[in-house]
Every structure is written in C-alpha cells, then in structure tokens.
C-alpha cells in the first residue's frame, strides 16, 4: 500500500523554524518527486515546491524562495520541509504528495503547523 | 505563473442532482489539468487525471473533460459523500497551480 504519513502538530514562535518529515512506504522511494503544498485555515491549496527524490534536485515557488528548504534521506526513505522566519500567516496545514506523471498521488495526512506568540 | 479560476465558488445542490463544475485556464494547458476532492479535516484525493481519465477506485458517476482553456467535472448522480470541495490543478507549467476551489454543499 502506497503511503505516505507526516509528523505531528506544531506549535512554533514567530521568527522560528519548522520542519515536516514525510515518511513513504509501498514505493520505490527514489522514482519519484515530492511535492509540498499548504492551506491555511479556510482557504484553498498554494504549492510551496518539489524535491527529485532520486537527486535531490528542487524547485521552489517564488513566494517561498529563500524560507523554504526541501531535502530527503533516502535511507529512511523520508522526505522533509523546512520553513524558517515564520509568521502568523504561516499558521495552515501542510500536505506533502507524490507526483506521477503530472498527478498528485496519494497526499500525506497533513501536518497543521500554527505560528504563535 | 498560469491562472486557474473555478466556477462557481459555492454549489448547493441535492443526492440525485447532476452537477457540472468549470476550470478555466490562463493559457492553454492541452490536457494537463487534474480534478481533486477534499472532504472536510481531510487531505485532497485525486479524482480525475489528465482530463478525463478516472482515478482507480473512483466512482463511475464523476467524469472529466475539456482540453485547451476550458475543463468540467461532472457527478452525473450526486451521493452523501460527494459533498466536498473540488480544486482543479494545472501541471503543463511549472510552477503547478490551483484552482481556487468549489465548495459543494447539502441544499
């Protein structure tokens, strides 16, 4: 069964750093592209960027170039997403998902990050 | 970046219904335009690829088609678990972009 389950809840001050881990199973780890896309409470889905899983290679979106880091451990056969500086306006959930051929599929469970004084 | 608008926003509509959502692109996208459903405190779920290819394990009553700019989902026969919003995604560009989402409600 392909899978992919994500780390808990975080609760994080603003000006800190988070980081999502994205554990798969039921693939070959490194066929694939991971994507992270986020939604903040009541609003739709912003795609943040991909990693190669095989090389390592990423792409981000413009409005993360700089905060967002992607990277991987291929003997865990993990994927994470770093997040530095954040804000209020961080607060959402965050969703890794597997790219095939264009399609996102399937998505992890989600992690709700809330950036809080 | 290329735009993806959803119309419309919001749907009310009942089980039986036949309900048509429209995905409209910035540019032309041939056929790289996906259909996902996101239930309520859940994760989104691919429904419809390239189009108009059904996901495995997705009921028969939701097609997909359109090429080009324009692009519908349909639920031929709406059932209680089809409430949900939909989101289309473009990946003929990078970067992948969204739709804003329909919401669709119980009437």
Known sequence: QEQLVQSGAEVQRPGASVKVSCKTSGFTFTGYFIHWVRQAPGQGLEWMGWINLNSGHTTYAQTFKGRVTLTRDTSMNTAFMELSNLQSDDTAMYYCARESRGRLDPWGQGTLVTVSS | ?107
């Open chain 2, 1 to 107: 970046d290329i735009q993806m608008t959803q119309s419309p926003s919001s749907l009310s509509a009942s089980v039986g219904d036949r309900v048509t959502i429209t995905c409209r692109a910035s540019q032309t996208i041939d056929t790289y335009l996906n259909w996902y459903q996101q239930r309520p405190g859940k994760a989104p779920e691919l429904l419809i690829y390239a189009a108009s290819s059904l996901h495995t394990g997705v009921p028969s009553r939701f097609s997909g088609s359109g090429s080009g700019t324009d692009f519908t989902l349909t639920i031929s026969s709406l059932q209680p678990e089809d409430f949900a919003t939909y989101y289309c995604q473009q990946n003929y560009n990078p970067p992948i972009t969204f739709g804003q989402g329909t919401r669709l409600d119980i009437k």
